[in-house]
């Protein structure tokens, strides 16, 4: 298989993550793709010209980082990141889309802040900020959620914790979810995540 990515991109992060877990990353090849000229191979092999992207075994590709990261799980030989229960699997797709919230939220100040910084929207980097906190406090919350065997969920509220520690270093969302801080420093710890990190 190959994996078209980015080393900093938060999503192909987390689709890197899930293989480490799976243990598949012997089983595939990386690349990263040009995404700003719709005539390289690329774009003819992937229409959306997004990444991350994965060429499975068969020549199909698989796009989105929630499909790869389900489809890579399928693979696995051993524990499942998405249940196969019905109640723990909307569990863990319930944390999944809150975490998913929280790097989307990043994503978009990070990108209003390359704009010159008279013409950015600061009420919008507010709003995603305040996103950021409002999922955080719910988790902090909700024991029920964090306490689920390692599932798809914790492996992008990981990838998403992350991203903010990198692109928002001064802003100390630990003290106020001692819980979910504690979490997050065993989580970081494991190999899938201190082999796929990238400054």
Wanted: glycine share 6%; with cysteine.
């Amino acid at each position: 298989m190959k994996l078209y990515f980015k080393p900093t991109s938060p999503y192909a992060r987390k689709v890197r993550v899930v293989a480490v877990e799976a243990g598949l990353t012997g089983q595939i090849t990386t690349e990263e793709p040009p995404l700003r000229d719709a005539s390289t191979e690329f774009w003819r092999v992937n229409p959306t010209g997004m990444i991350p992207a994965l060429m499975t075994d068969d020549g199909d590709v698989v796009v989105e980082s929630n499909v790869i990261c389900e489809y890579l799980d399928s693979l696995s030989k051993g524990r499942r990141l998405f249940p196969e229960e019905p109640a723990r699997r909307w569990r863990a797709l319930k944390l999944n889309a809150l975490a998913d919230t929280v790097i989307g939220a990043h994503v978009a100040r990070v990108r209003e802040g390359w704009r010159p910084e008279a013409s950015r929207d600061m009420k919008m980097i507010e709003l995603e900020r305040n996103r950021v906190i409002n999922v955080l406090d719910a988790l902090e919350g909700d024991d029920n959620l964090m306490s689920e065997p390692l599932n798809i969920g914790h492996v992008t509220l990981g990838c998403a914790l992350s991203v903010g520690d990198r692109r928002f270093p001064k802003e100390d969302w630990r003290s106020g979810h001692p819980k979910l801080a504690k979490w997050y420093a065993a989580f970081n710890a494991r190999e899938s995540m201190t082999t796929t990190y990238a400054e």
